[in-house]
């Protein structure tokens, strides 16, 4: 789309697929992150970045056997464990709240 050079768009179209699903995967942590730092709380949000950056450092290592691919699986990875994390820890923080009564006398 932002170039006309064949060379370079050779090269992209071996890494299209990883570049259609990596929104995919790392989107959703943007959104909990929204919703975290709204209520204001960072600790979910600081675990799932370290959660996901030992994802990312394990899934490295594979450049060494399948090359730039490596690359790109860690970075899906990197999304995957973060959206996965915050996902779990919102349903945890769910559970804890408590649920909505109605308020007696007021109809």
């Given amino acids: 789309m932002f170039s006309a050079d064949s060379e370079l768009l050779l090269v992209a179209s071996v890494y299209y697929n990883w570049i259609l699903i990596f929104p995919l995967t790392g989107g959703f942590a943007m959104l909990y992150e929204g919703v975290f730092a709204g209520r204001t709380e960072g600790k979910p949000v600081r675990n799932s970045m370290i959660q996901g950056f030992i994802t990312f ?34 349903r945890r923080t769910q559970k804890k709240a408590p649920s909505r009564t109605r308020l007696s006398g007021i109809r």
């Avoid at 690359?71 to 899906?76: D, G, K, P, S, T």
């Avoid at 999304?79 to 919102?90: C, I, K, W």
């Fill in 57 to 90: 450092a394990v899934l490295l290592l594979s450049v060494n056997w399948i090359g730039n691919h490596g690359v790109w699986l860690a970075f899906i990875g990197f999304g995957l464990v973060r959206s996965g994390s915050l996902h779990l820890a919102e």
